[in-house]
């Protein structure tokens, strides 16, 4: 009796939330995943995709991970760091999903998801990790790609979080470093699709590659939103540059702080993408958000003090990953690959991977706290007595 009453209240709540829906949005009803399960009756399918996100072990390491600045959170723990990142993007996405009266619910997981893949290091560490993935015949490393294996195929002991398709594609589908000024989903893409663009970008094609749902593109085009301002704000911290360094061309037109750029870029999306089948900036606006990650990369992504910190990561983790491989060659089970990480994985992980994965897997789900333990505990003489 109560689980009929609470299936007639499920049901009531969806379609009261599909009557305010714009007609470009992502029904709740439309959600698929590759192992069916059981509907819940509290919460919709990407409410459950959110909450499996939330409670996963890659969410809580995200605390522990550089955006762009290596090393800073040793001596700065306001510099930014991946979890607030993540929280930026989830809120400007939401902001800009409840104008648009886009499933929210949707957005939400896509957002919180979105970065699970990536390295410890940010960039540099993605770039370093790349090089030695390339090296050991595995493909380019990419963090989107990693963040879809992560819920595929790493998370629950290798189970994965069966999230649904939508989730999943938006979490695959976000690039904030592609500067476009109009997204457009790309409705009709299938699993195949998934799996193909994924071969392509490891062996370092370019693929032109947009979301399945108007919800993932809210995310991707927020991504950029959240880290455009947020980078400068750091680096102004950090005294990489000053204030009045930033261009007067791209001042006049977004604004002189992270908040004034934020309320720039939303504004602008919402306008331009109300009631249509797309995300879009005016061309204006584009235009100078376009100079500006010009300017961001010049001055602050490209910065001595910045390479610096790269050549480190560089260096370390082609050790880091040259010891693990050996560890698992030599079955070292006192290693950490093992202890931490393939000692808790299931029988499917461990067929399926071949040894160069499982350290690129294991490496990336590594904080920078625990890769600086790890490199210690391998280049400090007192380790090996």
């Known amino acids: ?15 009261r939330a599909s009557e305010n829906y714009s007609p470009f949005a992502c ?30 072990g890659a969410y809580r390491r995200y605390q522990g991970k ?21 929280t930026y993007v989830s809120q400007i996405s939401r902001t800009i999903g409840r104008m648009l009266r886009i499933n929210l619910e949707l957005v939400e997981a896509i957002a ?25 015949g595995i493909g380019e490393f990419h963090h989107n790609i990693e963040s879809l294996h992560m819920v595929d195929h790493i998370s629950q002991e290798g189970r994965g979080l069966n999230l649904t398709f939508q989730v999943r594609d938006g979490v695959i589908s976000h690039d904030g470093e592609v500067h476009d000024q109009t997204l457009e989903p790309q409705r009709d893409k299938t699993e195949q699709d998934i799996q193909n663009y994924i071969i392509k970008k490891k062996k370092g094609e370019n693929v032109n590659w947009m979301p399945a749902t108007m919800e993932g593109c809210i995310v991707r085009i927020s991504d950029t939103i959240a880290y455009i301002g947020q980078d400068i704000e750091d680096a102004i911290r950090l005294k990489i540059l000053k204030r009045e360094n930033l261009p007067k061309d791209c001042v006049e037109h977004l604004g002189n702080t992270n908040s004034q ?44 003090n910045v390479k610096r910190a790269r050549t480190i990561v560089d260096k370390s983790m082609d050790i880091l990953f040259e010891q693990y491989i050996e560890d698992i060659e030599k ?13 808790r994985k299931n029988e499917e992980f461990l067929t399926n991977f071949s040894n160069a994965e499982k350290v690129r897997d294991f490496i990336a789900t590594m904080t920078d706290r625990y890769y600086n333990e790890e490199i210690k505990t391998y280049l400090l003489p007192g380790s090996f007595y």
């Open 66 to 86: 550089t955006q762009v600045f290596s090393f800073t959170n040793m001596f700065d723990e306001e510099t930014s760091n991946r979890s607030l990142h993540t």
């Open 27 to 56: 029904r709740n009803e439309a959600a698929s995943r590759l192992k069916k399960e059981d509907t819940c009756y509290i919460r919709t399918p990407f409410a459950v995709d959110r909450d499996r996100i939330l409670h996963s």
């Open 261 to 304: 750029l934020i309320d720039t870029l939303v504004k602008s999306v919402i306008l331009n993408s109300f009631e249509k089948n797309y995300i879009s900036f005016d061309k204006e606006t584009s235009h100078y958000l376009q100079r500006l990650k010009e300017f961001n990369y010049e001055k602050i992504y490209t910065n001595e």
């Open 1 to 15: 009796m109560a689980r009929v009453k609470l299936e007639k209240i499920y049901k009531e709540n969806i379609e």
């Open 112 to 136: 919180l998801g979105h970065d699970l893949g990536h390295a410890p290091f940010g960039h540099d560490g993605e770039v370093a990790l790349s090089r030695c993935c390339i090296k050991h």
């Open 331 to 343: 079955e070292n089970h006192e290693s950490k690959i093992f202890t931490q990480f393939l000692n």
